[in-house]
C-alpha cells in the first residue's frame, strides 16, 4: 500500500491478447461508458466539495476521499480496457480488486494538507493538461497501430503497449492530482509511483473461455466468466 497521499500504478503485459474481443472493444465498453458518465459528474461535485473542505480545514472527508478513489481506479480499469492494456472485463465498481490485472493502488489521505497548496491548485493544473493533451495524441496514436497489431498477431508489441502504459499512467496520476487525492506534482517517471510495466509478462484470463499463457510457459484452457467475474 503506497504512503498517505500517494498512489502506484502497474499494467503488466499479456502475452496474447484476443482479436474478437479487441475488434469489438469500444462496443463491449458502452455499458461502462454510461456508468462512467454518470459517476464523473457526481464525482465532480464531490471534488468541489473537498476542495472547500480543504481549503477551510485542511483536511480531505473521510467520506469523499473514498468516493473519489473509488471512482479513479474504476475510471482507470475502464480506459485500460478500452485503450487494450488488458483483455480482462472491469467490474462495475471502484473497489480494490487485487485479481484484476490492471492494479492502482492510493494511500490513505493525509493527515493535513496545504490550504495555500489547495488554492493554487488551478495554476500547475494549466501545465498538467498540457502535457495529458500532448501525451493523448501519442497515446491515440499508439493504440491505434496497437489495435493492428493485436488484431492481426493476436498480442500487443512490447514497444507499443509500454506507449500506452506510460500515457496511462501520467493520466492516472494527473486525476489523482486533479481530484485533489495527491498533493506530488504527476512526474513522467512511472517508477516514482509504482512501475507501469513489470518486466516479465502475466497470465491473464481470456473473456471467451481460454487461458492466456505467460510468457515461456504451457497452459491447457479453463472456463471463464465474460464479465471477470
Known amino acids: 500500500m503506497p504512503a498517505p497521499g500517494e498512489l502506484s500504478f502497474s499494467a503488466p503485459r499479456a502475452d496474447t491478447h484476443s482479436r474478437v474481443t479487441a475488434f469489438f472493444r469500444f462496443f463491449l465498453a458502452i455499458p461502462h461508458f454510461i456508468l462512467w458518465y454518470l459517476w464523473a459528474i457526481v464525482a465532480g461535485v464531490a471534488v468541489f466539495i473537498a476542495w472547500f473542505a480543504l481549503l477551510f480545514t485542511g483536511r480531505y472527508p473521510a467520506g469523499l476521499y473514498s468516493f473519489v478513489s473509488s471512482f ?3 475510471n482507470t480499469r475502464v480506459f485500460a480496457y478500452v485503450y487494450l492494456l488488458s483483455d480482462r472485463y472491469p467490474p462495475f465498481s471502484g473497489s480494490v480488486d487485487e485479481a484484476y490485472p490492471i492494479e492502482l493502488q492510493i494511500g490513505p489521505a493525509k493527515e493535513s494538507y496545504s ?9 500547475p493544473l494549466i501545465a498538467v493538461s498540457i502535457i495529458n493533451y500532448a501525451l493523448s495524441i501519442v497515446l491515440a496514436f499508439s493504440v491505434f497501430f496497437g489495435w493492428f497489431a493485436v488484431l492481426f498477431l493476436g498480442r500487443m508489441p512490447e514497444g507499443l503497449h509500454n506507449a500506452i502504459a506510460f500515457c496511462v499512467s501520467f493520466q492516472v496520476r494527473a486525476s489523482a492530482y486533479g481530484a485533489l487525492l495527491v498533493e506530488k506534482f504527476p512526474s513522467f517517471d512511472a517508477s516514482g509511483d509504482g512501475p507501469a510495466t513489470p518486466p516479465a509478462p502475466v497470465a491473464e484470463p481470456s473473456p471467451f473461455g481460454e487461458t492466456t499463457p505467460a510468457a515461456g510457459s504451457d497452459t491447457g484452457t479453463a472456463g471463464t466468466d465474460p464479465f471477470g467475474r
Open 115 to 123: 490550504r495555500l497548496w489547495v488554492f493554487f491548485r488551478i495554476i
Open 72 to 74: 479513479t481506479r474504476y
